[in-house]
């Protein structure tokens, strides 16, 4: 499979207004058909690589000017796409860098399609499929943990993850064929205790790399909290803390928040939806009524929930409803207001739903704030490891091809264990090991290439 041969152009910067925008042009005639509509001191043909120059950016058939510019050339092998790119830095308004495009094209470039750039960087050899699906994910990135995580696959952690794991398939493949070559030189059973040992191996491997997927869909995706609880327990207060700025109205008078209101923010690194909803209770009013049975999609659309109770007021029967949710629901329990004399019966509640879901919180308190920032990342995100220690692996074509290679690996142990001859052992390691080359692309299909890289922006 190789990359187009034509050369490709395209805006690599968001459109809006700016001081500069860039203009990414890739391909073997990149050079020569900017150089027609460049005028210069100098041919860019006749330039060194990676050198940037001064000039304007002229119509092809009447060099009228279109915009000043700076054009940047690099000279293949040693550009994001292995083949020649030249970068037009315009100015960054709409009509300037629609103009100078348009001109790129008539000149003899033709419109990138979406991931092109970096779908030609993966077919010329420079990134596997998994570094590719790396840049998306940095893109994409929500906070700077994403960032960093999204980098470290970039730089190709997970690549050598998997290529460790392929490795060490290939050996017990080796094995397996010396034994069948050369009977007399190895003995089969215990080259099948050799590959039932690996096999385990190789799946707790696998295991591990499955286990941080968890890790990688929250940082690419986010999680959804809800705040539930009564009417004026807090829970637009709560929010207000979180988002730094004061997002929902906040009084003394039960029933003000008639509405779902959601906010983004960064807590810990993990991207969250912040959801404050109606408080929950009995009523009559028509529009109150219309927000409470929001609220309650809410919770069930919900990964997480925090339920809001007042410490300064025992129990009601609607909040055993809500303590009731957490059977079901990943969360914990906020006692509020206790800079108040306090009237829960905190007892019940850690019963209810285990000490280590229920804390103690002062809206007026900077620190229990902190520490209920740092709770519901512990139990958001597991322990306390960074999720950016292991592979990023949030896709779900990763988690996928994972999962039938052990499915592979599971065939090689049930054969081993009942007595299969090698060469039937043999088949299904090779399967997981071609499976397990999906991830990074070893074996690619048309297909799925466009399905992924399709998903890319314009000019990446």
Known sequence: MSASTDTIAAIATAMGEASIAVIRVSGPEAITIVDRIFLSNSKL????THTVHYGMINKIDDQSVIDEVLV?????????????VV??????????VQAVLREIIRAGARYAEPGEFTKRA????????SQAEGVMELIAAQTDLARVAALRQVQGTLKQSIQAIRHNMLEVLARIEVTIDYPEHDDEQATSEFVEEKAKGLMRRLHDLLDEALHGRILRDGVRLAIVGRPNVGKSSLLNSLVKVDRAIVTDIPGTTRDVIEERVDIGGIPFAIVDTAGIR?????????????????????DFIVVLLDGSRPLVETDLELLGLLAHKKGFVLINKVDLPIAIDTDFVDHQVGTERVMLYSTFSHQ?????EQKICHFVAGSGQQVSDAPFLASNRHI??????????????????EGQTLDLVAVDMQQAWITLGEVIGETPREDLLDQIFSQFCLGK
Request: proline letters at 1%; a negative charge; glycine letters at 6%.
């Open 400 to 417: 996928m091809l994972l999962e039938e290679t052990l499915d592979c690996l599971q065939n090689v142990l049930d054969s081993v264990q």
């Open 368 to 372: 229990d704030l902190l520490k209920f």
């Open 122 to 129: 993966y077919l010329h050899g420079r990134i596997d499929l």
């Open 45 to 48: 043909k006749d330039c060194a």
């Open 282 to 302: 009995e009523t009559e009013d028509i529009v109150e009524k219309i927000g409470v049975a929001k609220s309650r999609e809410v919770v069930e659309q919900a």
């Open 87 to 96: 970068e037009v830095s315009t100015h960054g308004g709409w009509q300037a």
């Open 72 to 84: 940047t050339v690099m000279r293949e092998p040693r550009t994001y796409t292995r083949e020649d």
